[in-house]
């Protein structure tokens, strides 16, 4: 007879539910019961899935790992117990924790699939920082992120690196062990499609060398399903290492629920009722793989992953949910032209034109899960399927100081100039978006493909090459520096060398890509 705390009796009911206090408590990892929580027997490979951090603050950020001794293990929990199991923490300003600055105790709940976040405060500001979890006899490995400038302080540079697209499957993750090599890199951010909720079958698996079990055949929709997908994606070393190198910060797009969903509808016709069910199981094991602050605990199917951070007065970055509160793909031509279609949902709106409004950073991030420049009209997944809600994004995006939209989904690195106005080619520009490839969906992919001339036959797209890679930026008050790596193969294993294939210099005042 199973216990009451196992997670094969969280029911519906409470997934749909489970807000207030209790979330809290689950969320931080402190409750009543830590007291009485009773550490396991030394098990090898407790922190199977790496360690990780993210919400970077000033003084601290949110840090993660999940407890998974049997990471694959087919019911979906990792290995673990039905119980709470105490997990330590420390923070140190070197690598051999020798000057430990903050520590603290945090419960790994099977509620939360043993994961934890416990949320550091109290740190120096623009500090390097390198952290490590202990449960029993176990201890994790080494993570490292660097607290953000105080509010205000100059800045001399900040690194990002943007990410996206990482169908396992696919291909090797051999551009993120490049990324992982980066000397220069304050912070990842993951623009979606972290995970593939598709069936893994052999007609899709082309990661040489790889093999999957019967269980990861079928399309994830209970929690124990998205659970496994998430430890079989995060269980890749070289993931592991770019989590472990810098803070992340992550948006959703459609793949860690269903292909191509808007806001509570399925794209495949999923009953309503279950697709809320789906919805809210798939978030919630998002919020358990990821370090993410207390803010994006799911309640039910509704969790806010918005989030923003200013980095000094260098930079202002605001991260996008494109696909929780967007109306369904328009039916016709005249739907596609309404007025009140939205990919944001109204209240994100008055959100983001408000953090750009109020903006005194000399460089202005957004980061949402799909294209914004307009490329097709038949592109209705992106922002193309929403032309007015662009043309309120763009206007607000127009008042604050250099903006810049980072975004991923298609498989390919697209560097482009913001048109002010899509409808008059002699507007000019606004700003800058960056599109990062995929890190492996697609396999191996090439230079070009047929859609290149889609994308290039406008002027203002200045890059567009179909390998897998990532793209490393470094913002200074004067300038942005774009630098777009790829890699020439996947599939066959992780050895191929990373190359450069385009770097841009934007001038700061001036929303230009300068080849570089």
Known sequence: MPSPDSPALVSRRRLLQLSGASAAALALGIDARAAQAAPLPHQEGLF??????????????????????????EDGHGGMPSRPVMVHWEVATDEEFTAVVA???????????????????????????????????????????????????????FSAALVSCQAWYHGHFTAHRHLAAEEDLDLVVFAGDYIYEYGITEANLRREGASVGEVHRVETETLEQYRLRYALFKADPHLQAVHARAAAVAVWDDHEVQNNYAAHVSSTGIDAEDFVHRIAVAYRAFYENMPLDLAALPEGPDS????????????????????????????????????????????????????????????????????LVPITEDRVDMWDGYPAARRRLLAAMDEAR?????????????????????????????????????????????????????????????????????????????????????????????????????????PAGEPRLIPA
């Open 48 to 73: 199977s899935l790496g360690v990780a951090s993210g919400a970077p603050r000033p003084d601290g950020a949110v840090l993660w790992t999940r407890l998974a001794p049997e990471p694959l293990a």
């Open 103 to 157: 520590h603290g105790r945090a419960l790994a709940q099977p509620e939360l699939a043993h994961a934890v976040h416990p949320r550091v405060e109290g740190l120096e500001p623009a500090t390097e920082h390198f952290y490590r979890f202990r449960s029993s006899r176990a201890h994790s490995p080494v993570g490292r992120f660097r607290t953000l400038p105080a509010p205000g302080a100059e800045a001399e540079s």
């Open 304 to 371: 806010d992953i918005t989030t923003g951070f200013d980095v000094g007065s260098l930079a202002r970055f605001s991260l996008l949910d494109s696909r929780q509160f967007r109306d369904p793909a328009p039916a016709d031509a005249a739907e596609q032209q309404r007025e009140d279609r939205t990919i944001l949902g109204a209240a994100q709106e008055d959100w983001v034109a408000e953090r750009l409004r109020s903006s005194e950073a000399q460089w202005n991030v957004l980061a949402n899960g799909v294209v």
């Open 402 to 506: 250099n903006p810049v939209m980072l975004t991923g989904d298609i498989h390919r690195h697209v560097a482009a100039e913001i048109p002010a106005d899509p409808e008059d080619p002699a507007a000019g520009a606004l700003g800058v978006e960056l599109v990062c490839t995929s890190i492996a969906s697609d396999g191996d992919g090439a230079r070009t493909d047929g859609y290149t001339e889609d994308w290039l036959q406008h002027d203002y797209v200045k890059l567009y090459d179909g390998r897998r890679g990532y793209v490393h930026l470094r913002l200074t008050p004067q300038e942005m520096v774009s630098s777009f790596y790829v890699v020439d193969w996947i599939e066959a294993d992780d050895t191929a060398e990373k190359q450069l294939t385009a770097r841009f210099t934007t």
